[in-house]
């Protein structure tokens, strides 16, 4: 049975961290390219940062570069997102998402909100 659990979300001030955690279960990981989506209320569903099998290669929204930062342990089926300097715009749930080809798999999600 595949799980993708999300963790780490919360309630923070404008300016500081949160760390998000995505576990998995029930598929090879290692072989999976991981993503992280965020949905906020009444937006669609945007693309926000996504790293390679390996972890060798990542990539970034634009609205997040030189903020946020995707990396994973292989070792232990998890891949995180450093968020930094969070805005109120950052507010939103945050998805992972494994794409272990031809199969894709979303978790439930994790409320971050960002506000004084």
């Known amino acids: 049975q595949v799980q993708l659990v999300e963790s780490g979300g919360g309630l923070v001030q404008p300016g500081g961290s949160l760390r998000l955690s995505c576990t998995a279960s029930?598929?090879?990981?290692?072989?999976?390219?991981m993503k992280w989506y965020r949905q906020a209320s009444g937006k669609e569903r945007e693309l926000v940062a996504s790293?390679?099998?390996?972890?060798?290669?990542?990539r970034y929204a634009d609205s997040v570069k030189g903020r946020f930062t995707v990396s994973r342990d292989n070792s232990k089926n998890t891949v995180y997102l450093q968020m930094n300097s969070l805005k109120p715009e950052d507010t939103a749930t945050y998805l992972c998402?494994?794409?272990?080809?031809?199969?894709?798999?979303w978790g439930q999600g994790t409320q971050v909100t960002v506000s004084s």
């Open positions: 998402n494994a794409i272990a080809v031809p199969d894709s798999y």
């Open positions: 029930g598929f090879t990981f290692s072989r999976a390219e």
């Open positions: 790293i390679s099998s390996s972890g060798g290669s990542t």
